[in-house]
């Protein structure tokens, strides 16, 4: 099994400059160079980061005459949700445990004075 063939949503966004180029083109698609532009890092460093993108999922590239453009697939990151999800529901129940309880010690110390 190829390097590639196991990218998924969660090695993009594993990545800083990866998240930051997420969110460049969350709402508009934008050419490379501007993409690029928008980093202090090399241009073949900023396409090597659009092309896991791509790899993972979260990018299309669509060429328009000269230009290619980037857009976010963000569908993909249902998956991320759907797994952080389980986690808040944990984390969520622990809250209220240590709620609850806090609030029992403070009733208990309340009808101590």
Same mark, same amino acid.
């Given at each position: 099994?190829?390097?590639?063939?196991?990218?998924?949503?969660?090695?993009?966004?594993?990545?800083?400059?990866?998240?930051?180029?997420?969110?460049?083109?969350?709402?508009?698609?934008?050419?490379?160079?501007?993409?690029?532009?928008?980093?202090?890092?090399?241009?073949?460093?900023?396409?090597?980061?659009?092309?896991?993108?791509?790899?993972?999922?979260?990018?299309?590239?669509?060429?328009?005459?000269?230009?290619?453009?980037?857009?976010?697939?963000?569908?993909?990151?249902?998956?991320?949700?759907?797994?952080?999800?389980? !986690?808040?529901?944990?984390?969520?129940?622990?809250?209220?445990?240590?709620?609850? !309880?806090?609030?029992?010690?403070?009733?208990?110390?309340?009808?101590?004075?």
């Amino acid at each position: 099994m190829s390097i590639e063939a196991r990218r998924d949503v969660f090695q993009a966004i594993a990545d800083p400059t990866r998240r930051q180029i997420i969110n460049l083109i969350a709402f508009q698609a934008m050419n490379l160079n501007a993409i690029a532009d928008q980093f202090s890092i090399s241009r073949p460093a900023v396409s090597q980061h659009i092309k896991i993108l791509i790899e993972c999922g979260m990018v299309v590239v669509r060429q328009e005459g000269r230009e290619r453009f980037c857009e976010a697939r963000l569908d993909t990151l249902k998956e991320v949700s759907s797994w952080v999800d389980q !986690y808040r529901q944990f984390w969520n129940t622990q809250f209220d445990s240590l709620d609850n !309880y806090l609030n029992r010690i403070q009733n208990n110390n309340q009808s101590d004075q």
